[in-house]
């Protein structure tokens, strides 16, 4: 079973910039879609952006859209480059793989990381 490990969290200000990289333990085929999520106290946890590997295509909710950047830099590394970061940004950042094409709903994915916390203070 492969295992995504997120890192790159940590406590920025407003406007500022985080990278977080996700990581695959291994190369797996099956990873089609790779997909950045956040969960926020008290919320739902959330689609943020996602990029479909065989392709390159991304997809990013309204939110984020402008600002936050995923993209892939081998066979088993991602990122999501997260610039002019707003306090609404804060929260638990997860990547999570399936096999098929991209969605926005959580149970679509069969593999996620641990979590890493992005705070932003105003």
């Known amino acids: 079973q492969v295992q995504l490990v997120e890192s790159g969290g940590g406590s920025v200000q407003a406007g500022g910039s985080l990278r977080l990289p996700c990581v695959a333990s291994r190369y797996t085929y099956y990873i089609n879609c790779l997909g950045w999520f956040r969960q926020a106290p008290g919320k739902e946890r959330e689609g943020v952006a996602s990029i479909y590997t065989r392709s390159g295509t991304t997809t990013y909710a309204d939110s984020v859209k402008g600002r936050f950047t995923i993209a892939q830099h081998n066979v088993n590394t991602w990122h999501l480059q997260m610039n002019s970061l707003k306090p609404e940004d804060a929260a638990v950042y997860y990547c999570?793989?399936?096999?098929?094409?991209?969605?926005?709903?959580?149970?679509?994915?069969?593999?996620w990381g641990q979590g890493t916390q992005v705070t932003v203070s105003s």
């Open positions: 999570a793989a399936r096999a098929g094409y991209c969605t926005e709903n959580i149970y679509d994915y069969n593999t």
